[in-house]
């Protein structure tokens, strides 16, 4: 049974340009969160997908953006990079009716320079 | 809002020591608790849970018991390894506020030393 899978491992983009990061959920699993690392910090939560539609948003600007496929899995999207994007995005999996428990990827690295 | 506060660290132990990890939490509603773990280069792995207070959550040797009178859910192991060295994050999920967003604390780095 794979678990959460997440591409690219690593990427490296110059400020102002846009970068997509793509999920997979765990087999069976519905629902998808996208999570920001900065290095030394806790995961901060970017939004969640449900049935293809945002169901709820943290804190982040109107620059990062998601999508969610008929078969669950997901993008993130970031445009007009800056340096402060710099980090690991972790995808989350989980049934959306105990979505509380969430299956983490290994992350994204991204690096904008 | 919803926040999770860990101790400082990191936390240098050495093999078969007794492990703590303080997390204490701010949540308007009745939040579920978690540990989540993370190895180096890897991203994060569910540890245990508890959903309600007084539930003690276990896994692999770890316990933390969701204590609702002080808003606390210490990590405790008995005897720690080498191979539990990472960093080891506490986060809340309240439902009722703000769905089921995990809120994270800062995390604690733990080395275990032979």
């Known amino acids: 049974d794979a678990g959460v899978t997440q591409s690219p491992t690593h990427l490296i983009k110059t400020r102002g340009q846009q970068v997509t990061l793509r999920c997979s959920p765990k087999s069976g699993h519905d629902t998808v969160s996208w999570y920001q690392q900065a290095l030394g910090q806790g995961p901060q939560f970017i939004f969640q997908?449900?049935?293809?539609?945002?169901?709820q948003r943290g804190n982040f600007p109107d620059r990062f953006s998601g999508h969610q496929f008929p078969n669950y899995s997901s993008e993130l999207n970031v445009n007009a990079l800056l340096l402060g994007d710099s980090a690991l995005y972790l995808c989350?999996?989980?049934?959306?009716?105990?979505?509380?428990?969430?299956?983490f990827g290994p992350g994204t690295r991204l690096t904008v320079t | 809002g919803n926040s999770v506060t860990q101790m400082e660290g990191p936390v240098t132990l050495s093999e078969e020591a007794f492990l703590t990890i303080n997390c204490t939490y701010t949540a308007t509603g009745y939040p579920s608790l978690f540990w989540y773990v993370q190895y180096p280069g890897e991203g994060l792995q569910l540890l245990l849970k508890a959903t309600k207070a007084d539930d003690k959550g276990s896994n692999k040797g770890f316990e933390a018991t969701y204590r609702k009178e002080t808003t606390s859910f210490h990590l405790e192991k008995g005897s720690v390894q080498v191979s539990d060295s990472a960093v080891y994050f506490c986060?809340?999920?309240?439902?009722?506020?703000?769905?089921?967003?995990?809120?994270f604390g800062e995390g604690t780095q733990l080395t275990v030393n032979p």
């Open positions: 997908y449900y049935e293809e539609e945002e169901r």
């Open positions: 989350a999996s989980s049934f959306y009716s105990l979505s509380y428990e969430q299956y």
């Open positions: 986060a809340l999920s309240d439902q009722e506020t703000s769905g089921s967003r995990l809120t």
